[in-house]
């Protein structure tokens, strides 16, 4: 089915000059970008952003880390798109990543991943809403 997912190019990836590069992969994929913003997250956007994380240890460097630097951040709509990004990301780790996958190509290490990609339908939803309006989405019709 055709589904929207919300990817984030986080500030490391930002830093290294690398969104067309990222966005390339997405599109090569057949997903297409239906909203796009770069902005620099508050500390409030921040955690509210990653809530679920509130209680793990690696929870107030995630966020000092996401504040860091601008980040861009789009929705992603195509075909089975929650899956597909998650698989051009590769693993959250990126010494666990495959070959040739963002994180794998980008990515130091498992704070600084370089992107950000929904886990599912509902966060999906949710991630999407927290940062856009629906008027700030343009499904492709032609
Ligand atoms: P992300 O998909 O943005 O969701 C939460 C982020 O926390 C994750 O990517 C990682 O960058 C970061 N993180 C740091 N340590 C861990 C960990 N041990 N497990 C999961 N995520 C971690």
Known sequence: AVERTLSIIKPDAVAKNVIGEIYSRFEKAGLRIVAAKMTQLSREQAEGFYAVHRERPFFNDLVSFMISGPVMIQVLEGENAIAKNRELMGA???????????????????????????????????????????????????
């Open 92 to 142: 959250t780790n990126p010494r666990d990543a495959a070959p040739g996958t963002i994180r794998a190509d980008f990515a130091v290490s498992i704070d600084e991943n370089a992107v950000h990609g929904s886990d599912g339908p509902e966060t999906a939803a949710q991630e999407i809403a927290y940062f856009f309006k629906s008027d700030e989405i343009r499904p492709r019709t032609r």
